[in-house]
């Protein structure tokens, strides 16, 4: 089994930034894909990005604004969000692809407000 733990969320003005960290741990990982998703009240969670071997995904509504990015090493992906907006806030939730499945972590929440 896996255990994803995300860090990085909080409370953020329009136009900050703000980094997002998830590692992942537990025995035997053979990791595909790493990325992040996001639900927002009232709305179904969808995906922001996600990165394998060699390519990177971004849902239009962040390209140019977000970057993805993953330390193998550490089994660890980032998202680095930089001129936030108020559509952002959303509860962020981490989810990597393994060779045994999907697996998520506990979500962390990202509000942007003034």
């Known amino acids: 089994q896996v255990q994803l733990v995300e860090s990085g969320g909080g409370l953020v003005q329009p136009g900050g930034s703000l980094r997002l960290s998830c590692s992942a741990s537990?025995?035997?990982?053979?990791?595909?894909?790493m990325g992040w998703y996001r639900q927002a009240p009232g709305k179904q969670r969808e995906l922001v990005a996600d990165?394998?071997?060699?390519?990177?995904n971004y849902a239009d509504s962040v390209n140019g604004r977000f970057t993805i990015s993953r330390d193998n090493a550490k089994n660890t992906v980032y998202l680095q969000m930089n001129s936030l907006k108020p559509e952002d806030t959303a509860v962020y939730f981490c989810?990597?692809?393994?060779?045994?499945?999907?697996?998520w972590g506990q979500g962390t929440q990202v509000t942007v407000s003034s």
């Open positions: 989810k990597v692809r393994t060779n045994w499945g999907d697996f």
């Open positions: 537990g025995s035997i990982l053979s990791i595909y894909v």
């Open positions: 990165v394998t071997d060699g390519r990177i």
